[in-house]
């Protein structure tokens, strides 16, 4: 995921959960800085650049307007999702699905569908599979399931082999953001319902 990413090969969901991923992990942004190093030396082996393409660019940057200086965050919000939210995950719109979980949808692309999900203590989405790949990346709090403990910066990749069902830490509520590459697969008939009517 890190080279595909590095390489600008991930589709926008993969190269989403990367970049935010990125901002947790010194060592991943290391390797990424690195791959991005021998990438660029391989393609100016590949197609060496004109002597005067820097100067050209340097040029073209003079006719630029330059962006506007991005605001710090309040609450420690990773700046690739303060694009998509427009602010804070503090600001967030969330959608209520029951008592203890709510989600606020980002984009959709296809199959692929980006969405934050909020977990209050002790809720859980309901044993589900998977069509295709599901990422979660925790933002805040923590949640167990069949396959581990997962805390902030901690991202998880469901294959279509994994059945699994996540439950939020006590303490804090647990955000993360998700990616699915394919509708979830729920085998009860309530959560498949709900699942069907939030667009899971």
Known sequence: MLLDYASGAADEG??????????????????????????????????PMRGDALVNALARLDNVAPEPKAEASRDGTPSSLRHLLGGDLSGVRWRAMGPKL??????????????????????????????????????????IDETGSYGPGDLQVATPDIVHNPVADPGEPCINLAVTTAPLRFDRFIPRLAAKTFGF
């Open 14 to 47: 993969v190269s989403l959960i990367v970049a935010t991923h990125l901002c947790f992990c010194p060592s991943c942004r290391a390797l990424v800085a690195l791959a991005e190093s021998v990438g660029g030396a391989l393609l100016d082996d590949v197609a």
């Open 102 to 143: 709510a989600f606020a949808n980002l984009f959709r692309r296809g199959q692929t569908r980006a969405r934050l999900l909020k977990g209050m203590p002790g809720g859980d989405t309901g044993s589900h599979g998977h069509h295709a790949f599901e990422y979660t990346l925790v933002l805040q709090g923590g949640f």
